[in-house]
């Protein structure tokens, strides 16, 4: 295990429920650590995977995850399954939501973690627990949508260690260094084994191969490598070892991932 810093309405729902009770998903009362509970609505309707409308005409995202989508920059596959995952699991229903440390993001939409509303009117289910078991989304975490992060990793993982949901499409399995430059411009994951680490007082990298001007680089500004450090995590620590990255991958000096905070990392092993 890795060390953490529709005509097919039916199968969706069946999946999903199974994932649920298999992984105690969201049960009444579940912890809201780091969290402020701020907010509640009724889900008029579902945009994408990981987007919903409020009664109130409110726009809400479902923070620390991202689904597959239609559009910019492409379409992906297993959008319309992401979508219709999450109507069958929200559409309708009462919800309640809870903010980390940013409540919006970029285009002004709410960025909470949410469940659907028991008949009490606490939390019930975990939509992006839920959503994650069944293997409709990924984890997508920033420097200031943190909580629960670790958690929804091991749900991440377990996932795609079942081949659920979009595990089980070859567009989304994990990278390696040597193909990760086919797919620049896209949000992926990435495994393969550090060969080298450069450190100085304002910026870090991670280095996948021999050629630091075309191999896969993770590369760390001061701010990252302060709350690395925060974690407990030296960066030096990592050489030698199989990592798990994620990220937006873009080009400089060969593909690059920049990593803002350490959920981005998860230690494999060093074999």
């Known amino acids: 295990m890795p060390h953490y810093i529709a005509g097919r309405g039916w199968r969706i729902t069946a999946m999903i429920a199974a994932c649920i009770l298999v992984c105690g998903g ?32 409110r726009v809400l995202r479902l923070a620390a995850i991202v689904a597959p989508k239609h559009g910019s920059p492409r379409d992906e596959p297993l959008a319309d399954a992401a979508r219709g995952a999450l109507s069958q699991l929200a559409l309708g229903q009462g919800v309640v939501f809870a903010f980390g440390d940013r409540r919006m993001d970029r285009h002004g939409r709410l960025l909470a ?16 627990e839920a959503l994650l078991a069944a293997g409709f989304a990924r984890v997508d975490s920033t420097p200031d949508v943190r909580a629960r992060v670790p958690e929804l990793l091991r749900i991440e993982d377990a996932a795609r260690r079942a081949g659920r949901g979009l595990w089980a499409d070859p567009a989304y399995r994990p990278r390696t260094p040597e193909d990760v430059g086919a797919v620049l411009d896209s949000f992926e994951i990435v495994e393969g084994r550090v060969v080298e680490v450069a450190v ?72």
């Open 26 to 57: 969201g049960a009444p009362g579940a912890p809201l650590a780091d969290l402020k509970p701020d907010g509640q609505g009724i889900v008029a309707a579902v945009v994408d995977g990981d987007t919903l409308t409020l009664d109130v005409g």
């Open 113 to 128: 973690q949410v469940w659907v509303a028991a008949a009490d009117g606490t939390p019930g289910p975990w939509l992006q």
């Open 200 to 271: 100085s007082s304002r910026r870090g990298y991670v280095n996948f191969g021999t050629d630091y001007k075309t191999d896969f680089t993770l590369a760390l500004d001061a701010a990252a490598l302060r709350l690395l450090q925060d974690a407990g995590v030296s960066l030096e620590s990592l050489r030698g070892h199989r990592v798990r990255a994620r990220g937006w991958v873009r080009w400089f000096n060969g593909p690059l991932i920049d990593i803002t905070h350490p959920e981005q990392i998860e230690i494999l092993g060093e074999s």
